[in-house]
């Protein structure tokens, strides 16, 4: 946790997070019918050889257990690059796009109207409709790099481009284009209009902001997915969709927060910061251990621990820690692979790599009183509950507030790990990391151990959380929240670390839902794709009792407020107050970050011929 101004409400835009069944079922896609869950009966280290092998790693791993089932390709083909999704609104008039959202990309790009190669099932941007669309001219590429300009041959366009080294069937080219595009924030006034879907409206040029993006030419294997409709680059680099609505003046600060809800569901991107009325636990900080100059986002695995008994939260458990086992690894040489630990939205895995295997299996089989198993498990609901939970433990960030014990925090280490108590500690059940399989009544495992190129944290471990991305700062934010729809009773938005508390309390071990089993058989639901939301109850005084002496409390301090303003009410000094508070605002940082993480390419976006 660390203190800073925290932008207000009304400057943060909240979003949909689609899940990938929702998408099928909304676009009605023969897919769902045809029950899209059975695709998760595969092997875990096969989908993750698949999704390695798409996404240009090289290894004997990646060939070993490359895409070799139907269901395997499958999945791989219908997710493409992501597993959640936002819909955004392109061109004057609108043109709605639905695209994989995944912090490993750069640069957003869809197929146009010009695309040759891009899948029968796809519609395509008609960009020729859109009366505010243009092409990004010759030396002023966002693509562009020291090396190279960007330009074709012809110096005519800005040519981009997405490839994958081993699977030559995956593909993607395009052109640098630029046009309006709408993603939210403008509710009331499209409401105003009489406007419910922006779709064939001006609501992009009116509302919007104008966005560098990819027009692709081609685009063929799994970049040609049947579901989505291209991709949002959530990256760190300069022409990733949050830094460029900061560039635009749409937003203040670059960062956001993505909050994935249990289940199939999706969740909440809030671009501009985070909303701590959405949070169940304290934000916690760790380092973004990227190299400068790169674009993704990696952290230091420093512990992981296995928690017999299972819990969703990681308040759950036994408080001094004798039903916690710590895994015997090398940390160093878990996260040597790709020069830390890569945190991945578009990865349905939990991939360990291969130095923590033998330790893994060695406790789980000590914990459990069976092998860990990648194959298909009969489980009752129950016994997935009581399965063991896992908790990862990452290296704290460089700029944490160290002002405040952290055992009174749950979701840092404490006293866990005297040598470094900041560490953040997020948990990650059995709901998380097995997947149910309705075709066969059977579970499967979404964890690999045998990882040759590096660990990653996928959705497996990012469900029933809230990650945030501060691009400036070299940190990510993490947090519970287990449905990510702000709680009743809590106070308005504040800094990093001044907000009220969240349900679970430090060190409690108390459930606040009056039951160890949120979504199994106590509460009535179940777990798997199928699993119900419930609602989240906030705050801890419902006694009559209580209430009649919170109330009885109000009321004395407003009427003391009263009394004291009545005898010391002060003049009218109107016009000095005006005079002060304006030369304040002129000489007064109020915390603002300056935002120049490229200033020639936020010149170049802001002014080209046709837009402001």
Known sequence: MEHEEEPEEESLIHLPLLSLESILAERRHPLLENHYTDLWDVDARELFGSWALRRGYFSSEAAKYGATSNNGRRLQEVAGDGTHFMKLYVGSPAQLRVLALNTGTDFSAWPCEDCYNCGSQILPYIQSQSNTFTT????????????????????????????????TSSV????????????????????????IDPTGTDAAERFGFPLVFGCQTEATGWFASQVHDGIAGFSSAKTSFVNQMVFQDKLKYSRFTMCFQ???????????????????????YVQ???????????????????RKGGGQSIADGDAKLSNVVKLNFDANAFNAGNGGTIVDSGLPLLVFDQSIQETFLSEWKKMVGAEFSFGKLILTEDDVLRLPTLILQIKAHDGVDKSFDPNTVPSMAGERDPQNPFDA??????????????????YRSKITLDSKIGSFIGIVAMEGHAFYYDLTSDRIGMAESFNCQ?????????????????????????????????????????????????DQHSGTCTSATC????????????VALAAAFKKYRPKDKSKKWDRDV????????????????????????????GFA
């Open 262 to 284: 249990k289940g199939t569901t999706g969740g909440m991107v809030t671009l501009g910061g985070f909303n701590p009325k959405t949070l169940d636990s304290p934000m916690v």
């Open 486 to 534: 702000p709680k009743s009773g809590l106070s308005g938005l504040g800094d990093d670390d001044m907000f009220a508390l969240p349900t679970i309390q430090s060190g409690s071990g108390a459930d606040p839902w009056g039951t160890n089993d949120p979504w199994g058989s106590a509460s009535g639901r179940g777990v798997g794709p199928n699993t119900a939301s419930y």
């Open 582 to 609: 304006n030369a304040d605002d002129a000489d007064t940082d109020f915390g603002r970050e300056s935002e120049t993480l490229n200033p020639e390419f936020q010149q170049n976006v802001r002014h080209v011929e």
């Open 425 to 442: 500690m997020i948990a990650i059940p059995a709901t998380n990391y097995l997947e149910f399989i309705p075709a066969t009544r059977t």
């Open 288 to 306: 973004n251990e990227e190299t400068e100059g790169k674009t993704a986002f990696k952290v230091f695995v420093r512990n992981i621990y296995l």
């Open 172 to 195: 993607w080219k395009a052109y640098e284009s630029r046009d309006y595009v709408y993603v939210g924030g403008a509710e009331a006034e499209l409401k105003g209009m009489g406007v």
């Open 547 to 558: 209430i009649s002496f919170v109330t009885l409390g109000y009321c004395t301090v407003l």
């Open 136 to 167: 990004m001219p010759c030396g002023r590429c966002a693509s562009a790099s020291d090396s190279s300009d960007a330009c074709d041959e012809t110096r005519t366009s800005c040519i981009t481009s997405g490839e994958n080294r081993l699977d």
